[in-house]
């Protein structure tokens, strides 16, 4: 949904998920670790927070350079459910939450969470892609939109740790764990708020992503 103004809420997501290198073009990306933070759209405090770990189903055996990545241990996924079950678990905590497609906007740190990894997902476990991801908010784009940064061919994105530290925030948490990720979004977007109605400007972060329809599913070592 687009919105001339803020939703109600915002719901941050971030996925870890399997990966192994070199690449391997067999290699379907499951989700491994979901974490996902419900935050104010009016004042953009962190309100409610939802963490699991995934079972991966077609590659069950976590390859080395995945557990070194994530910090996320063989033993932890296999006493996880799969996948289907645990977004079932988030959807119920969502609409316990009081949060439905109509007052809530999906945020991401980049496009690789739903056009990738939970497309990835979706096919492996046979699922509907959900609607509510299918537009989305990229941190990234109103960063550097707020920050004036225009990239060269080839330059890379901001990354979180750039974000923050742009910002004056420490990182808090480790990267590449979902729910810390999720954690250091939220406090990227309420530092951002702070600095538009500094400006005299909204603080809203509408989508700008759509799920990409020609997007071919790359199996990503990192």
Same mark, same amino acid.
């Given at each position: 949904?687009? @919105?001339?103004?803020?939703?109600?809420? @915002?719901?941050?997501?971030?996925?870890?998920?399997?990966?192994?290198?070199?690449?391997?073009?067999?290699?379907?990306?499951?989700? !491994?670790? &979901?974490?996902?933070?419900?935050?104010?759209?009016?004042? *953009?405090?962190?309100?409610?927070?939802?963490?699991? @770990?995934?079972?991966?189903?077609?590659?069950?055996?976590?390859?080395? &350079?995945? /557990?070194?990545?994530? /910090?996320?241990?063989?033993?932890?996924?296999?006493?996880?459910?799969?996948?289907?079950?645990? &977004?079932?678990?988030?959807?119920?905590?969502?609409?316990?939450?009081?949060?439905? =497609?109509?007052? *809530?906007?999906?945020?991401?740190?980049?496009? $690789? =969470?739903?056009?990738? !990894?939970? #497309?990835?997902?979706?096919?492996?476990?046979?699922?509907? $892609?959900?609607?509510?991801?299918?537009?989305?908010?990229?941190? /990234?784009?109103?960063?550097?939109? $707020?920050?004036?940064?225009?990239?060269? #061919?080839?330059?890379?994105?901001?990354?979180?740790?750039?974000?923050?530290?742009?910002?004056?925030?420490?990182?808090?948490?480790?990267?590449?764990?979902?729910?810390?990720?999720?954690?250091?979004?939220?406090?990227?977007?309420?530092?951002?708020? #702070?600095?538009?109605?500094? /400006?005299?400007?909204?603080?809203? &972060?509408?989508?700008?992503?759509?799920?990409?329809?020609?997007?071919?599913?790359?199996?990503?070592?990192?």
């Amino acid at each position: 949904m687009a @919105y001339g103004h803020s939703p109600k809420y @915002y719901c941050v997501v971030d996925f870890e998920a399997t990966c192994v290198k070199p690449r391997r073009a067999d290699f379907r990306t499951e989700i !491994i670790e &979901f974490g996902a933070v419900i935050v104010d759209g009016s004042n *953009f405090q962190m309100i409610d927070e939802f963490h699991e @770990y995934c079972r991966p189903v077609e590659n069950p055996v976590l390859h080395e &350079f995945c /557990k070194d990545l994530t /910090k996320i241990q063989q033993n932890t996924v296999d006493a996880a459910s799969p996948f289907p079950v645990v &977004f079932d678990r988030f959807q119920k905590w969502l609409s316990g939450r009081g949060l439905t =497609d109509s007052n *809530f906007a999906l945020v991401t740190d980049g496009i $690789f =969470d739903c056009n990738q !990894i939970m #497309r990835s997902q979706c096919e492996v476990s046979r699922m509907s $892609f959900p609607s509510f991801a299918r537009r989305f908010s990229n941190i /990234k784009v109103h960063y550097m939109q $707020f920050m004036g940064i225009r990239l060269r #061919r080839g330059q890379p994105t901001p990354r979180i740790p750039d974000m923050l530290s742009a910002l004056g925030i420490s990182q808090e948490g480790q990267l590449h764990s979902a729910i810390s990720d999720a954690r250091n979004i939220c406090r990227i977007m309420e530092a951002l708020a #702070r600095r538009l109605r500094a /400006k005299g400007r909204p603080a809203v &972060f509408p989508n700008n992503e759509t799920l990409k329809a020609n997007w071919v599913v790359k199996h990503p070592s990192d």
